[in-house]
């Protein structure tokens, strides 16, 4: 079963860009078994899709979020990455990574999660 | 995108069947047989319980089942248990090319 690990920043300024990873292991992130996804919850609120990332380098985005959400992968390092710019305080939350079976709206497997807050 | 609308909380005894209910639009739920259901404990990720509206990963109990009429898909635990208090939230795609999660119902155990 694929394992997935995010990781980054716990602390981010307003304003500033959040960028974190999240490390496929015990698979390839360019099997095409996954499409590649971003979800957030903030505390103590429900589960936000952030948007997905295919091998190829083909992308999502949730439509609320596309102008500021960058998706990429590293093939040569099994890795995907979310970069979040401008962010505020309403972008505090736990940020998964998780991967989308193709042709199925089914999440799995997730990582742990990683909060990341935004304050100064 | 609005969240597919749950009730925030539905409660049950041992033993008891439940039913956990998501409602979007003919633009998501409605039109695609593609609705899955996560089961999340607190501090903890989400876990897949039901995807394609009905069917069951390996390894999930039989006593969760999934359906769906019109714009409104199901989640039922039967033989309800201890073990099944969490948080349960839907997901369905919607068109084009993105997803929507629904607001998160609350499971107790009476």
């Known amino acids: 079963q694929v394992q997935l690990q995010e990781s980054g920043p716990g602390l981010v300024k307003p304003s500033e860009t959040l960028s974190l990873t999240c490390s496929v292991s015990?698979?390839?992130?360019?099997?095409?078994?996954?499409?590649w996804s971003w979800i957030r919850q903030p505390p103590g609120k429900g589960l936000e899709w952030i948007g997905d990332i295919y091998f190829t380098g083909n992308t999502k985005y949730n439509p609320s979020l596309k102008t500021r959400v960058t998706i990429s992968v590293d093939t040569s390092k099994d890795q995907f990455t979310l970069r979040l710019k401008s962010v505020t305080a309403a972008d505090t939350a736990v940020y998964y990574c998780a991967g989308l079976l193709p042709g199925a709206v089914a999440f799995d497997p997730w990582g742990r999660g990683i909060l990341v807050t935004v304050s100064s | 995108q609005s969240a597919l609308t749950q009730v925030a909380s539905v409660s049950g005894s041992p033993g008891q069947s439940i039913t956990i209910s998501c409602t979007g639009t003919s633009s998501d739920v409605g039109t695609y047989n593609l609705v899955s259901w996560y089961q999340q404990y607190p501090g903890k990720a989400p876990k897949l319980m039901i995807y394609e509206d009905s069917k069951r990963p390996s390894g999930i109990s039989y006593r969760f089942s999934g359906s769906k009429s019109g714009n409104t898909a199901s989640l039922t635990i039967s033989g309800l248990q201890a073990e099944d208090e969490a948080d349960y939230y839907c997901?369905?795609?919607?068109?084009?090319?993105?997803?929507?999660f629904g607001s998160g119902t609350k499971v107790t155990v009476l």
């Open positions: 015990d698979d390839s992130v360019s099997s095409g078994a996954y499409y």
């Open positions: 997901c369905s795609y919607v068109h084009p090319n993105s997803y929507v």
